[in-house]
């Protein structure tokens, strides 16, 4: 196989793009990793998105064309690298990391049918993927929550809040 990859879900504040930044270090330290590297942060399959600061939702079935183009985008890659033939693993080879890709649609169209996405995700079984489910300790949610904009969590007096 010419392709392999990770697909890193979770909820918010779960480490995600952390793990994300951590692979894309690894990966380009690493003398024997391939050459080939395509990583999608989450903003390139979300369902909610910031455009020129309006959010803008995707419609069910804008998701999963989204989608579609996501996965049928690696399927040329791996399929440009498998015609040029035989070599060296790491300068055929194709690497890829999703930030955040399938579940959300799970999630957020919940009562629809789910045969297209499952043909989404058995395509991406079928280039390699690895799912990877980060998750929050009940104990500590809070703490994650707050750690990301400390500035916002600060406790104010009503005379400080007027």
Same mark, same amino acid.
């Given at each position: 196989?010419?392709i392999?990859g990770?697909?890193?879900e979770?909820? *918010?504040?779960?480490?995600k793009?952390?793990?994300?930044?951590?692979?894309k270090r690894?990966?380009s330290q !690493?003398e024997?990793s391939?050459?080939?590297?395509?990583? &999608?942060?989450e903003?390139?399959?979300q369902i909610l998105?910031?455009?020129?600061?309006e959010?803008?939702?995707?419609t069910r079935?804008g998701?999963i064309e &989204?989608?579609?183009?996501?996965?049928?985008?690696?399927?040329?890659?791996?399929g440009?690298?498998?015609?040029?033939g @035989?070599? *060296?693993?790491?300068?055929?080879g194709l690497?890829y990391?999703?930030?955040r890709?399938?579940l959300?649609?799970r999630?957020?169209f919940?009562?629809?049918?789910?045969?297209?996405?499952?043909?989404?995700e058995e395509q991406?079984?079928s280039?390699?993927?690895k799912?990877? &489910?980060?998750?929050?300790s @009940?104990?500590?949610? !809070?703490?994650?929550?707050?750690?990301?904009?400390p500035?916002?969590?600060i406790?104010?007096?009503e005379?400080?809040v007027r």
């Open positions: 196989m010419h392999r990770i697909i890193l979770g909820y *918010s504040n779960a480490g793009t952390s793990v994300l930044k951590a692979i690894y990966q !690493e024997s391939e050459r080939s590297v395509v990583i &999608l942060g903003h390139y399959s998105n910031n455009k020129h600061g959010y803008v939702s995707l079935e998701h &989204l989608l579609k183009e996501r996965v049928e985008m690696l399927k040329k890659l791996n440009w690298a498998i015609q040029l @035989p070599a *060296s693993r790491g300068s055929r690497f990391v999703l930030e890709f399938h959300n649609h999630a957020a919940v009562d629809s049918d789910l045969d297209e996405i499952n043909k989404i991406l079984e280039l390699g993927a799912c990877i &489910l980060l998750t929050i @009940p104990e500590v949610v !809070e703490e994650r929550i707050k750690s990301r904009q500035e916002e969590w406790y104010k007096t005379e400080e």
